[in-house]
């Protein structure tokens, strides 16, 4: 009774560092959004991921505890383009009231390359594209919070400036790679926005989602494509399996190129722990591998 009570007091006076009473409740569908909406939302937000870091929002499984977490928000924020299949059932189960906002509104989507014509879901991989989100998120957070207005503005700009710095240190990176070597084989299509906005060709065995295995011959395709274009390096992504990779290396000559953050960020103490981190982890393995 007493401990209950002070602890009634303790967080009456000082707020619960988990989420203070006072601030908006949102939930993001995966981490690299979770950091942008962190990022706008500042002080006045508690803002939740549903797939953790290092974790493949293609295929997750949502639990009863993420219907809970949607029941008790005031927004959700998902990224769209087909990324998340699973949300539309998770927001009609947990019976939530909040606002569901896609932040790759606005976005031109990609489609897939090949025959199968698919929508490509990885839009933030451009950060001209993540500028398009933070201004859904601005919006969505001044909607549902008026008096926050100039709070969410004035985050959204200064984020937004950081935005532009790093556009600029990604233009001079790509600029440093001789032109044909620009080229860059991942274990599934998740950077075909990167390389449209930036001027880079990517190449993946697996297709712009990961629920589907790749082929023995689009395998076999890739090596020969590999060798014939004289495509330097093969780049393992935090959230597949290696082992594919690792074979196309052996066997068609590339050199293993180090780690990329597609899909989602690392743990916090990782080289990818935000957005920004993120981008400039991926040009830097990029660059390390392809500047001769
Ligand atoms: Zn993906």
Not at 113 to 127: E, M, R
Request: cysteine-free; overall charge neutral.
């Amino acid at each position: 009774m007493l401990r209950s009570a002070l602890a009634f007091l303790v967080l009456a006076l000082f707020g619960d560092p988990a989420g203070a009473a006072d601030q908006l409740n949102v939930v993001a569908t995966f981490s690299i959004l979770g950091d942008l909406v962190t990022n706008v939302g500042g002080e006045r937000v508690n803002v939740t991921a549903l797939v953790a870091p290092n974790g493949d929002a293609h295929v997750y499984a949502p639990t009863p505890a993420d219907s809970k977490k949607l029941a008790a928000a005031a927004i959700v924020f998902s990224n769209g383009l087909g990324f998340e299949g699973w949300i539309d059932r998770l927001v009609k189960a947990s019976g939530t009231k909040a606002a569901t906002v896609v932040a790759s509104k606005g976005v031109k989507p990609r489609t897939e390359d090949d025959d199968h014509g698919k929508i490509d879901p990885h839009a933030w991989q451009s950060v001209a594209n993540a500028k398009i989100y933070v201004g859904n998120i601005r919006d969505a957070l001044i909607k549902a919070d008026p008096p926050g207005k100039d709070a969410y503005d004035a985050n959204a700009k200064a984020y937004l400036a950081k935005l532009d710095a790093l556009e600029t240190d990604v233009k001079k990176a790509i600029d440093s790679i001789p032109r044909e070597r620009r080229k860059i084989i991942t274990t599934h299509d998740a950077f075909g926005y990167f390389g449209a906005t930036y001027g880079m060709e990517f190449i993946a065995p697996q297709g712009v989602s990961t629920d589907a295995e790749a082929s023995a011959r689009d395998i076999a395709k890739i090596i020969t494509q590999i060798k014939r274009q004289k495509v330097p390096a093969v780049f393992l992504e935090n959230v597949t399996d290696d082992r594919l990779l690792r074979q196309i290396a052996a066997e068609s000559g590339a050199k293993i190129g180090g780690k990329v953050y597609s899909d989602a960020l690392s743990d916090a103490g990782g080289l990818a722990a935000t957005y920004i981190d993120m981008i400039r982890n991926n040009i830097r393995q990029f660059t390390a591998a392809l500047v001769s």
